[in-house]
């Protein structure tokens, strides 16, 4: 079984910084690709970025390319996403997962490509 447990949400203005982090444990390992996914009230999981293990390659969607960056400790087995110049329609809870595997670029975006789930971290950025 894997675990993840994500924190660092909060409230912040609009321009400022965060930084969520994606605590793993259980049985997985330094190659297994891993995600952040975000949901607003009312909308579908979206995808924000991901990195594949296998070759350290990061993918983000074109909403926050730019301002968010995926980062790994490996010693720590936790991942980071530091999201900058955050805008109110980054309002959400965001959710770190993982997998197996060695997914193409084009299936981080699918959720179903994961199978391992936090529960949730929010973030809501408001004047």
């Known amino acids: 079984q894997v675990h993840l447990v994500e924190s660092g949400g909060g409230l912040v203005q609009p321009g400022g910084s965060l930084r969520l982090s994606c605590a793993v444990s259980g049985r997985t390992g330094s190659t297994h690709p891993m995600a952040w996914f975000r949901q607003a009230p009312g909308k579908d999981r979206e995808f924000v970025g991901g990195?594949?293990?296998?070759?350290?390659?990061?993918f983000y969607s074109s909403s926050v390319k730019g301002r968010f960056t995926i980062s790994r400790d490996k010693d720590k087995n936790t991942f980071y996403l530091q999201m900058n110049s955050l805008k109110p329609e980054d309002t959400a809870v965001y959710y770190c997962?993982?997998?197996?595997?060695?997914?193409?670029?084009?299936?981080?975006?699918?959720?179903?490509?994961?199978?391992?789930w936090g529960q949730g971290t929010q973030v809501t950025v408001s004047s």
């Open positions: 990195l594949r293990g296998t070759d350290n390659n990061k």
């Open positions: 997962a993982t997998g197996f595997g060695n997914p193409i670029s084009s299936s981080f975006r699918v959720p179903s490509t994961f199978e391992y």
